[in-house]
């Protein structure tokens, strides 16, 4: 039973893999705006941290994070040093806080996926807790990225982007709404029909009342 969980896991993780990948090398994966990208690349994160649990969630986070560094090093913008040290921006560069920023939302996004949708399974069935986890999750991670921001990159990012620093709260709130909310319906609505659509073969995921009957 246990070797034929890890089967199914290790199958599931290398599609969601490859879907990662495939987003990666398509505009699909980050929709450039001039100072920061709206990406889809959350949703296969989150799709596994509730299909496989946290820890499968932090690890394909992992990789999301490290394309973050990947792009922004290799299609650099205005303001690309908040997520790679490699880069050098209108004489800004980044440094270590980079990959801060690049890496530890992105972990915390997939282990929150699954954490929330084990709480959340507990009370509701599982697409209903799946889209609450892909929307609570995501809303997480853009804050974490957007407040790691402002916290660590604060002056330097609103010289990169044309704000005043005394503004630039208010404009992360704004990018909070107007990008944010698009990329939550997004992760919760996709999640939602993932969950519906591998029911049956689901692993990772406590059992509630309904997966028992």
Sequence with gaps: MKRNQKTKNMALFAMFLAIELVLLMTPLGYIRT???SI??????????????????GAALGLVFGLTSVWNATTAPSAASFVFSPFVTIGGI???????VIAL???ILLGYLAGLFFRLFN????????????????TFCH????????????GPQYAQAIGQSPDTLLMYLSLVV?????????AAGLVSMALAKAIKP?????????????
Excluded: D
């Design 104 to 106: 530890v939302p992105r």
């Design 122 to 137: 507990k009370k509701l069935n599982r697409p209903l807790a799946a889209l609450f986890a892909g929307v609570l999750a």
């Design 201 to 213: 073969t689901m692993v990772g995921a406590p059992q509630t009342k309904e997966a028992a009957a």
């Design 34 to 36: 001039p100072f920061l």
């Design 39 to 56: 990406t889809l690349m959350h949703i296969p994160v989150i799709a596994a941290g509730i299909l496989m649990g946290p820890s499968y």
């Design 177 to 185: 709404v107007t990008n944010g909310l698009g990329e939550m319906a």
């Design 142 to 153: 853009t804050l974490m990225v957007l407040g790691l921001i402002y916290l660590l990159w």
């Design 93 to 99: 560069s980044g440094n270590w806080t980079s990959l």
